[in-house]
């Protein structure tokens, strides 16, 4: 009877934490979220408004920002600036700096 509980407890536990990493991985920045807005962040950095961010640079993206925590082939990752939420990787916001 042990090894039944045992294998039901992995199990719910299990389901529990694939549950919960499907749920923190869909947490995407919204583009109208009050503070994406203020940093001017979009989804799809070729979609910025150059002539209001004057600073943006053709290549310049999420991935490529030192800011990003995801891997540069990674689609999305998390950011500092937007705690608990994913930007995408071909995204781009204001705050962008270039990876040393």
Same mark, same amino acid.
């Given at each position: 009877?042990?090894?039944?509980?045992?294998?039901?407890?992995?199990? =719910?536990?299990?389901?529990? =934490?694939?549950?919960?990493?499907?749920?923190?991985?869909?947490?995407?920045?919204?583009?109208?979220? &009050?503070?994406?807005? *203020?940093?001017?962040?979009?989804?799809? *950095?070729?979609?910025?408004?150059?002539?209001?961010? &004057?600073?943006?640079?053709?290549?310049?993206?999420?991935?490529?920002?030192?800011?990003?925590?995801?891997?540069? *082939?990674?689609?999305?990752?998390?950011? &500092?600036?937007?705690a608990g939420k994913q930007v995408a990787g071909k995204g781009?916001?204001? *705050?962008? =700096?270039?990876?040393?």
């Open positions: 009877m042990t090894q039944r509980r045992t294998f039901m407890l992995q199990v =719910a536990l299990g389901s529990t =934490a694939l549950l919960a990493s499907q749920v923190h991985a869909a947490a995407m920045v919204d583009e109208k979220d &009050p503070q994406a807005g *203020a940093l001017g962040y979009k989804a799809d *950095a070729t979609k910025v408004d150059k002539t209001k961010f &004057p600073k943006y640079a053709a290549g310049q993206a999420c991935s490529n920002c030192a800011l990003y925590q995801g891997k540069a *082939a990674d689609a999305a990752g998390g950011c &500092p600036l937007f781009w916001c204001s *705050a962008y =700096a270039k990876k040393a």
